[in-house]
Structures are given as C-alpha cells and as structure tokens.
C-alpha cells in the first residue's frame, strides 16, 4: 500500500482577522482530503498585519491541530510571503490561495484530480471577477496584453497565485531568491506540465482589497522590468528613430539653405528640437535607472524576510511539535 501523499495549503495574510475563521471552514467543508488520501497542513502567513489577525491564527491553531502559522517581522509583501510558503514546504504538493473567499476553496478537489492525472502547475484562470471595478478589469487585460507583447516567455492572463504545485515547482521557485518578485511571471520561468481551470472570482468576504492604485502600479512595473528587457530595447530603438530623425532633419535644413539661402527664423523649431531630444533623454535614463535600482537591490543580497512567531501544529509531522518559538 503506497504511502499517503501530503498537500500544504499556504495562505497569505495581512489585515485578514475577519475572513481567518471563514476560509478555515470553508477548506475543511469543501476539500475531499479523505477521498484523495491526502494529509493535509494549513499555513497562514502574516504579513505583518495591524489588526489581531495573528491572534485568530492562534484561535483555528487550537481548534484544528493541522493548523500551523508564520508570522513576518513586517509588512514585505504578498510576493515575499509567497516565498515565506515556499521555503516552509516539505510535502508532496501545494496550493496557494488568498483569505478572503475570491479563491473557492471547492475548485482544489478539481486542482487535485488534475494534479494526479500527472499535471504539476494547476492554475486557476478567472472567467468571471465580481466585486472589481470595470476600469480594473480593463487595465488588467491592458497589461497583460502588453507583457505578452514583450516578453519572450509566455504570461498567463487572468491567472494568479491561486493554484496547486507538485513539489518539484516548488523546489524551483524556492530556488529563485531575487528580491525583486514578480511570482506569475516566475511560474511560466519555471515551466513543468500545466493545467487550467476556470472559475468566476467572488467579491471579498470581508473587508476591502489590499491592493491599491499604488501598489499596482508597483506590481506592473516589477512585472515588466523583472520579467523583461524589453524597456531597455525599447529605449535603444527610439534613441536610433531620433538619431535617424535629427539626421533627416539636418539634411533638411542643408539643403534648403543651399537652395533658398539661409533663414534665420528656426529659433522655434530649435526649442521643440532640445525639448523632444530631453524628453527622450529623460525616458531612457528613467528605464536605465528601474534596472539599475534593481540590480542595487539585488546584489546586496539581503534575506528576503525575519519571521517573527512561528507554530506548527500537533499532527502535522507525525510528532508532537506543538509549539511557538
């Protein structure tokens, strides 16, 4: 009789004490552990949270030995909490879904029958995305379409972090420690035999979304700028259309003044001349200097996150190491 398998159900936090509870249940009610002969362990992950979000871990944590949580030293982000899932797995498979009930957990028995088909990246790809704005859905496909323009390897649209990984994806996005993250790119570096799976994203259970206008902003532009070079190329590509454009003008004003004399009336021209080549200038010191600043980042080679408390609950390795350290 074959050895049973383990799954780890990481979930990252921040600010999430109302939905902690809710999203317990509703793995317990709706996940087929028993049908898969599956072990399981449920991670949650502070991010730092404000609230008493780590006080509801402990709570579930005393309620369901299964529980196990970490919690960071800060606010470092969702894509460095990913990692923190990452670096704590030692099971055979994985699934990293949110808190606030947009991820269903019913969809995993669906992620989990793929996964023993032989598929070892099954991802969850958005049909529907109630409770988001018209103008947020529309700048996503925007964005996307434009990463996939650019980028040598493919990008899944309307696919997250919402999806079960075979311990050999893991592995390798445990092996990428760059600092500067952009993990639904990272997916695709990784490779391995994929398998989608569309549902329709609820609105949030409780609370408002952590991501604002600010933070996507940042999150694209760690997307494009750590995912791919393309920026730098496109920077190379319009200082050879100026250059060529400067040139054609020159022989322009060249050949003019050899034919109708000179003129003196181009101080006009001269200004918006200086002006576009600055702006160009501009640009491509401002795409020179994203790079730069992230390689800044990434040669200090600094520990991506502390963790501040961690507990592993009572069954989850088949000893007692209930405890907090």
Same mark, same amino acid.
């Given at each position: ?108 028995? /669906? ?5 023993? %088909?032989?598929?070892?990246? $099954?991802? &969850?790809? @958005?049909?529907? =995305?109630?409770? +988001? ?24 649209? /309307? ?5 079960? %990984?075979?311990?050999?994806? $893991?592995? &390798?996005? @445990?092996?990428? =420690?760059?600092? +500067? ?31 604002? %206008? ?5 999150? &694209? ?105």
């Amino acid at each position: 009789m074959s050895e049973k398998k383990s799954l780890l159900l990481a979930i990252p936090c921040f600010n999430e004490s109302a939905n902690v509870e809710a999203i317990h249940k509703s793995i317990l009610d709706h996940v087929e552990f028993s049908k898969f002969n599956l072990n399981y362990e449920i991670l949650f992950i502070d991010d730092g949270s404000k609230d008493n979000t780590v006080e509801q871990f402990k709570k579930v944590s005393l309620e369901d030995s299964q529980v196990s949580y970490i919690s960071l030293s800060r606010n470092y982000g969702k894509e460095v909490a990913m990692v923190a899932g990452f670096d704590y797995f030692h099971h055979d498979a994985m699934v990293m879904l949110d808190a606030d009930l947009q991820h269903p957990p019913a969809l995993i028995n /669906d992620m989990i029958n793929l996964w023993e %088909l032989g598929y070892e990246d $099954v991802y &969850a790809k @958005r049909n529907l =995305r109630r409770g +988001e704005s018209w103008m947020k859905i529309k700048t996503s496909k925007w964005y996307y379409k434009l990463l996939q323009s650019v980028s040598q390897t493919p990008v899944t649209p /309307d696919a997250g972090d919402f999806r079960l %990984l075979d311990k050999k994806v $893991v592995l &390798a996005l @445990r092996s990428m =420690r760059e600092s +500067e993250r952009y993990t639904k790119g990272l997916y695709n570096v990784a490779g391995f035999k994929k398998a989608a799976i569309d549902f329709n994203a609820e609105p949030r259970l409780h609370g408002k979304s952590k991501w604002n %206008l600010k933070s996507l902003v940042n999150l &694209a532009l760690e997307g494009i700028t750590s995912y791919t070079t393309a920026p730098l190329r496109i920077s190379t590509l319009l200082g050879f259309f100026v250059s060529l454009f400067a040139f054609s003008y020159m022989i322009y004003v060249l050949t003019k003044t050899i034919i109708f004399g000179s003129d003196s009336s181009g101080f006009p021209t001269l200004v918006i001349l200086l002006l576009f080549l600055g702006g160009c200038i501009l640009i491509s010191n401002g795409i020179l200097g994203e790079y730069i600043a992230r390689i800044f980042m990434e040669v200090k080679r600094r520990p991506l996150y502390f963790i501040e408390t961690k507990h592993i609950g009572t069954d989850v390795r088949g000893k007692d190491d209930h405890k907090d350290e």
